[in-house]
């Protein structure tokens, strides 16, 4: 990590140096088959869509102008502390304000990486009384640490596991709204950026 919080110019050479793993239509692609799958399961349930920001924020909204059924959308904060040693803790900002109680829920992230935000979030509808609860990803990290074998259940695109940025995610807050998904070029110190 620098030492030094990154600023637009760091943005702009990372995004310069980037990897592009997707490019637009790619992703656009993706949100068109994932919209075909979540109006097949969900197109007769009046579903609660909970979109998790801020990552999930530029994902949601493109998938929801391609999807055509009655459906409700509310969202939360929710984001893990990376700074302490466990690094397992979610953080609640901002929890949804309609209810869950009984209905059909849709959980909307940007990226499933080790699955701890996604966990908390499924935990707490479900104790909210959701009559049911799933999950749709833009993005799943390939790698083997994930907590409890979680996985999504409507998931876009796979990238290896390198810390990504684009359509939603982050890097130090910058670079959200690149329009693809893009994997940082680590230097010798290392770039990686971590908030959720
Ligand atoms: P998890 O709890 O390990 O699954 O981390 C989930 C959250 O961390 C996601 O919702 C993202 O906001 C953030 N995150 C994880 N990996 C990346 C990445 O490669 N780029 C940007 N954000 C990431
Ligand atoms: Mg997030």
């Known amino acids: 990590m620098p030492s030094v919080e990154p600023g637009p110019k760091d943005a702009a050479r990372i995004l310069r140096e980037a990897d592009c793993l997707h490019t637009t239509a790619e992703v656009e692609q993706a949100i068109n088959a ?32 391609r999807l055509n059924f009655p459906l409700q959308v509310d969202y939360l904060h929710a984001t893990r502390y990376r700074s302490g040693t466990q690094g397992h803790e979610v953080e609640w900002r901002v929890h949804p304000k309609i209810p869950l109680e009984g209905r059909h829920v849709l959980v909307i992230d940007d990226i499933l990486d080790e699955g701890h935000t996604l966990h908390a979030v499924l935990g707490n509808c479900r104790a909210a009384g959701a009559k049911s609860v799933k999950t749709a990803v833009l993005v799943e990290k390939h790698h083997d640490r994930k907590f409890l074998d979680i996985q999504a259940d409507f998931a876009g695109l796979a990238v290896a596991d390198r810390y990504v940025f684009g359509y939603g995610l982050d890097y130090h807050e910058y670079l959200r709204n690149a329009p693809g998904i893009y994997a940082v070029v680590e230097d010798e110190g290392g770039t990686g950026a971590s908030s959720a």
């Open 34 to 65: 994932l919209a075909a799958s979540v109006s097949q399961a969900y197109g007769s349930l009046n579903p609660l869509l909970l979109v998790v920001m801020t990552g999930g924020f530029v994902f949601a909204g493109q998938l929801l102008t």
